[in-house]
């Protein structure tokens, strides 16, 4: 491990720095260079272990992204035969090359209708590999669609944006109904919550900005305890390789209903962030696709929630020796310890983010 570490510092430099460039950037080439350096510096940590199904992974992220990167330099081609200028802030645009740009845009986040390729890549990569892809990789993205939406005139292409973003919430709750991997699972959730990333772009940047914070906080907890305790599907949390598992899969269970957005937990805030904001600058009512999809991932991991616990209760039941009747007690007691715990912090996050918010819309 330590002879890998001048490689991924090197890589990681590599993707950081290429998505930094693309952000601070106004003009479309000095974007797609810093695209793909990010795409090249990304690539290398895909595969730095050497597994079978990495490579095969990193190949069909490749062959993604290189075709979202020719689709955005095409349309910003013909962006600059219309107005003779690369700047990413312009009135008047080629209408063909503003929809490439667009899907070009979208196939990299892996919104719909081109999310097919995230849940493959996800199923077989590590999970520090499928946080950099759920966060830092979306950052660049999303950010430089926000910065086109505050100079478009066109109602149409909005019109179509609030449809995609709407479909990509609802592509994410039902695909994760009946999954078993997790990293799959995963990947539809990041499908949903890039739908309201979209929401956000097309309504206010302050709430976008909030809302991918939170996502990230979510993303690394909930990384870092699947990280920890290598866990690959469902059916292993009960044998988790840490000396607590319970503690462990509760921490799991409520990060996971934070991410849903169950309330009053630090995903809720993010949703609620995203719904007052629209309230004030759009119709609430394209908000409605995005709460279907989010109401069918918060049933799912409400459904995982009741089989966790009932699984978890029969086989603590089912023991017959007195030491595995004895050992229930300690779990169960540090679970009443770290209950509070867990609840108080998602509580102090989401009460932060909400009276900052109540500020602000009184404010405005």
């Known amino acids: ?13 590599i993707t950081f720095l290429g998505s930094i460039l693309s952000l601070s950037s106004i003009h479309w080439l000095s974007i797609w260079v810093g695209l793909e350096i990010n795409m090249m510096g990304f690539i290398p940590l895909l595969i730095y272990r050497g597994l079978t199904m990495e490579t095969e992974s990193s190949i069909k992220y490749f062959i993604m992204q290189a075709l979202g990167s020719s689709m955005l330099m095409f349309g910003s081609l013909l962006s600059f035969n219309i107005s003779l200028s690369w700047e990413l802030y312009q009135q008047d645009t080629h209408m063909l090359g503003l929809t490439l740009i667009i899907l070009s845009l979208f196939l990299k986040l892996g919104a719909f209708p081109f999310h097919f390729w995230l849940p493959e890549v996800m199923m077989n990569i590590s999970w520090l590999n499928c946080l950099i892809l759920t966060t830092w990789q979306k950052l660049a993205p999303v950010f430089l669609l926000t910065a086109m939406t505050q100079s478009w005139n066109y109602p149409t292409i909005i019109s179509m944006l609030f449809i995609m973003a709407g479909m990509s919430s609802i592509i994410g709750g039902l ?3 009946n999954q078993t991997q997790i990293r799959t699972l995963l990947a539809y959730s990041s499908i949903g919550h890039v739908g309201w990333m979209t929401f956000c772009a097309l309504t206010s940047e302050s709430g976008l900005k909030i809302y991918f914070l939170i996502y990230a906080i979510i993303s690394v907890c909930l990384f870092t305890n699947l990280w920890t305790s290598d866990t690959k599907s469902f059916r292993h949390i009960g044998t988790l390789k840490n000396e607590n598992p319970k503690m462990n899969q509760l921490t799991l269970i409520f990060i996971l209903l934070s991410l849903g957005g169950m ?10 962030t995203a719904i007052s904001f629209s309230c004030i600058i759009s119709s609430p009512a394209l908000i409605f696709p995005l709460l279907l999809g989010s109401l069918m991932s918060l049933f799912y991991y409400l459904t995982l929630l009741f089989s966790m616990t009932f699984s978890s209760g029969m086989t603590l039941i089912s023991g017959n020796s007195p030491n595995q009747l004895a050992s229930v007690s300690i779990p169960q007691s540090l679970s009443t310890l770290i209950t509070p715990t867990i609840f108080i912090i998602n509580f102090a996050g989401a009460l932060l983010v909400l009276t900052v918010i109540s500020l602000s819309t009184d404010f405005l």
């Open 263 to 272: 309330p009053p937990l630090l995903g809720f805030a993010a949703k609620w």
């Open 175 to 177: 695909g994760g109904i």
């Open 1 to 13: 491990m330590l002879s890998m570490m001048p490689f991924g510092f090197l890589f990681s430099f």
